[in-house]
């Protein structure tokens, strides 16, 4: 096991920045091409303009239903999606816009899913939660704690059981680890070899629950001891820090057909989702967040070395200040799915959408 960013002490509710790093972890920018570093850069920028917009178009009431955003975990986000290659599987929870952008989903794509309109991602009935792509292999988006978990394994079985090298990532947060089918997943993932890399984003709470509160083993990548499953931890702030944890896992499980288990110490900015205020945190945790912040931290980095100039930070503001607004527009001017397309997309077999059909008659047409 290893553990590149061990908590300090056994304190209670935390934040991230205390519960961070040994410095000593950090990968140097001086190794990195800065055409990479400013890739990121842009990325992890477009995913905060992008769930900022969520947040205000939801407030506007041009998004419904349930909404959770990625704010504060861009790096971790970033970071994990380009440890995978174009090939690899993805599930994650209903936190998701930030995976779908970083899977290569068009921004238009997943705003106008959220918009529920028929350009989206899942043609409009998925929304926030349920993003599905299959060409992207992003294969959900689930609302159900835990319920991308079996799935997944079930893909990394079909994976293995055809011969092929692709790798399945399944993300969860911290509060998933304490449903059973954490463990199930971990144990059959295990027992039958399967090449799955777990995420848990540990962003300290499920809900307002804190991990201390609901975990008895707090040290989530200690999890998958249990099931002899190798884990580890990594600053979440860190987008180089996570990419290399998560390449490296990605690629031993390719080659050693395996699972394995990552903890991301992150931290989300904001409420569980768009409409909790955050009541459980104190002011203090909050201010520490907001001066944790891994977009300005890596913002100073890449300054401090030259590398983003006043100019370039400029250019690539605008350029996803222009994207962003394409991708609402798009939405907002993108028609609503036909009602009568509602089974289309739900069930392999073809399922009659009649709203008169009585709960015991056939689900399947004849
Ligand atoms: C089976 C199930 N139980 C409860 C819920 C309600 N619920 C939605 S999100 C959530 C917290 C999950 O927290 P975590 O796994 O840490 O993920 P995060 O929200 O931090 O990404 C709960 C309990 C649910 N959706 N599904």
Redesign the pocket.
């Known amino acids: 096991m290893a553990d590149t960013a061990k908590p300090k002490g056994g304190g209670t509710a935390r934040t991230g920045s205390r519960r961070r790093t040994r410095k000593d972890s950090t990968p140097d920018i001086a190794d990195e091409q800065p055409k990479t570093l400013l890739d990121y850069y842009r990325q992890m920028l477009l995913i905060r303009r992008f769930e900022e917009r969520t947040a205000q178009a939801y407030t506007q009431a041009r998004i419904g239903g ?1 909404c ?1 955003l990625n704010l504060g975990e861009e790096a971790t986000v970033v970071g994990l999606m380009t440890a995978l290659q174009e090939r690899d599987y993805l599930f994650t ?3 998701e816009h930030g995976y779908a952008l970083g899977k290569g989903i068009h921004p238009r794509r997943v705003m106008a899913e959220l918009y529920g309109r028929s350009t989206g991602v899942s043609k409009g009935w998925g929304g926030s939660m349920h993003m599905f792509d299959t060409e992207a292999r992003l294969l959900g988006g689930y ?5 991308q978990l079996p799935l997944a394994i079930g893909a990394a079985l079909a994976v293995s059981y055809r011969g092929g090298d692709e790798v399945v990532m399944c993300q ?6 304490n ?1 059973g089918a954490f463990h199930e997943s971990l144990n059959i993932a295990a027992l039958w070899n399967l090449p799955v890399v777990f995420v ?8 307002g ?1 804190t ?1 201390e509160k609901s975990s008895a083993e707090p040290d989530l990548y200690k999890r998958g001891s249990a099931y002899r499953m190798e884990g580890v931890r990594v600053d979440g702030q860190d987008v180089l820090a996570v990419r290399n944890a998560a390449a490296d896992l990605v690629e031993r499980a390719r080659a050693e057909q395996q699972p394995f288990l990552l903890e991301a110490v992150s931290y ?1 900015l904001k409420g ?2 768009v409409v909790d205020p955050a009541k459980y945190r104190t002011s203090e945790q909050s201010e520490e967040a907001k001066a944790n912040d891994p977009l300005a931290a890596f913002e100073t980095r890449l300054t401090e070395a030259g590398i983003l100039t006043d100019e370039l930070k400029q250019e690539i503001a605008e350029s996803v200040r222009e994207e962003v607004t394409d991708a609402a527009d798009f939405a907002e001017n993108s028609p609503h799915p036909e009602v009568s397309t509602l089974f289309d997309y739900t069930y392999a077999t073809p399922v009659p959408n009649e709203s008169s059909r009585m709960p015991a008659d056939p689900v399947f047409a004849e």
């Open positions: 349930y959770h929870n209903y936190r609302g159900i704690v835990g319920g969860m947060g911290d509060g998933t680890t449903i848990v984003i540990n962003n300290f709470t499920g809900m629950t991990v989300r569980h989702s």
